[in-house]
């Protein structure tokens, strides 16, 4: 506690702390803007801090990294558009609450959970970073491809209506996802020639082809009516707009969907573009009104934003505890400590305790100031809600098109982007949901990549996914997915007997 408080009375000097205001506000934007995403954010400040005193300079970073993943959520719920991967659930309920006039309740909700997410994994990090960072070293190419495949699996939940369809948007996914070099042996796969295929679709250019894009068409196709459009309405905001009522009964499934996202935070190579989802369709089947998710609910707002800030904490143990980045941002943070002769590992908590502690106080003040910028910035987020549709979206075209330009500055992205708006503007007109799409195209390299090198560690031995004595983890989650599949069918069985049986008394 000693050195905590050490670390606090340094961040919360003037200059210091002014740095950090900056730092978690550039952040927000940075995940507010779709486009942009928390490793480019990190990237471009990371020169700015070697000169910088390295506790100093680790903590603007991490308050860039908290930033960044919780301004996904503003473009989620006020333009349909996932800023960052990490918000892609934060669509599903917090648009229809938009749509309904509750677009600030919605973001309201949104803010404080993400506070609460991101405490929730900063004090895991502090107290049991250690032992949970061992759990995760013991997932190797099987743990991985079976956890992939039980994340996958949950596709059938977010199929609200038709599984076939949810199954079909899920395999779809994963076929878009094998395009380009295949891992382990190099081949190209469904490039046709194209040399700017071979690296394949970026996960930006697919959530902003997806979301922005078919927002636009479906908007520009009935923009003769002019009921759609009409501004949703605002009411007046309280506080953060909602009630206390509604903040405790949303308690416990935060701290689920945040202890959720903090263990998939830990394992390399997930993060919090997939925690989101698997944490949003946790919420969902624990719930007794299942059928509610994506009709404009609190609890989908909770569950997704709880849990990608919870996965900050998650990703940021392994990398402290054993030197292991396990995505994108990670990786820099690792290349950071490194440029101030920092090596993260298991002696860092003994070596470079005084930083370690002051590390961890940075991101405990650019959480609260999350919070504060969040909660005045409310009142400036909901004024976009009253500017017409009709008149924002192609401004928001613009700017995709211009983010999609920037992501790797070649004019095949931004042409991406419009072949993932007309697949998506197909999916509405025939009713197919989107998420499991995203789920499988997020999924399906890694499922891929593991299950090859598991092959190849096993002589290509199937069996050896549910060995018990080799592969205990596994074959345990291979289990859990068989059971959760014979149950999810169950569930649709009965529901259509029910519908039958409903039909026939009429």
């Excluded at 340094?10 to 900056?22: A, D, E, F, K, T």
Aim: charge should be positive.
């Amino acid at each position: 506690m000693e050195l905590f408080l050490q670390g606090l009375g340094l961040i919360l000097q003037p200059v210091n702390l002014m740095l950090m205001v900056l730092g978690t506000a550039v952040g927000i934007v940075f995940g507010a803007v779709p486009g942009l995403t928390s490793v480019m954010a990190i990237a471009l400040f990371l020169p700015m801090t070697y000169t910088m005193d390295p506790s100093l300079g680790l903590g603007i970073l991490m308050s860039l990294y908290i930033g960044s993943v919780s301004g996904g959520l503003i473009s989620a719920i006020i333009l349909k558009i996932p800023g960052t991967p990490a918000s892609i659930a934060t669509c599903f309920d917090g648009v229809p609450l938009m749509e309904k006039g509750q677009g600030a309740k919605a973001i309201g909700i949104g803010i404080v959970f993400s506070f609460i997410g991101t405490i929730i994994s900063i004090l895991a990090l502090i107290f049991i970073a250690p032992p949970l960072a061992k759990v995760a070293l013991s997932f190797g190419s099987h743990e991985f491809f079976a956890l992939a495949m039980l994340s996958l699996m949950l596709i059938a939940t977010l199929s609200s209506g038709s599984m076939v369809k949810g199954i079909f948007s899920g395999i779809l996914g994963i076929v878009f996802s094998t395009v380009g070099i295949a891992p382990v042996d190099a081949i190209k796969r469904y490039t046709f020639g194209a040399v700017e295929l071979n690296s394949g679709f970026q996960t930006l250019t697919v959530l902003i082809g997806l979301f922005a894009v078919t927002e636009v068409l479906k908007v520009a196709e009935s923009c003769r009516s002019a009921a759609r459009a009409e501004a949703a309405p605002v009411g007046k905001i309280k506080g953060f707009g909602f009630s206390f009522k509604e903040f405790r009964s949303q308690i416990g499934n935060g701290i689920i969907s945040a202890l959720t996202g903090l263990g998939i935070g830990i394992l390399p190579g997930i993060g919090a573009g997939t925690s989101n989802m698997i944490s949003y369709t946790l919420a969902k089947n624990r719930s007794k009104h299942p059928e509610r998710f994506g009709t404009g609910i609190i609890d989908g707002v909770v569950a997704s934003e709880a849990a990608n800030n919870a996965s900050i904490g998650g990703a940021m143990i392994p990398l402290m505890t054993l030197g292991i980045p396990g995505d994108g941002v990670t990786a820099l943070l690792l290349g950071a400590f490194m440029v101030h002769g920092i090596s993260p590992g298991p002696l860092l908590f003994v070596s470079q305790a005084p930083l370690v502690y002051t590390i961890f106080a940075a991101s405990f003040v650019a959480t609260l100031l999350m919070l504060g910028l969040e909660f005045f910035g409310v009142r400036i987020f909901v004024k976009l809600l009253k500017i017409p549709k009709h008149i924002l979206l192609p401004i928001i075209f613009v700017l995709c098109v211009v983010g999609a330009f920037g992501l790797s500055s070649r004019m095949f992205d931004v042409w991406a982007i419009l072949l993932f708006g007309l697949l998506g503007f197909l999916f509405v007109k025939f009713k197919v949901p989107t998420a499991p799409f995203v789920i499988g195209f997020i999924l399906g390299g890694m499922a891929e990549t593991n299950l090859r090198r598991a092959l190849m560690l096993s002589d290509g031995n199937f069996m050896d996914f549910v060995n018990f004595t080799s592969h205990p983890i596994s074959a345990s989650i291979l289990c859990l997915t068989l059971a959760y599949l014979g149950w999810t069918i169950y569930k649709e069985i009965k529901k259509k007997r029910a519908w039958a049986a409903a039909a026939h008394k009429e």
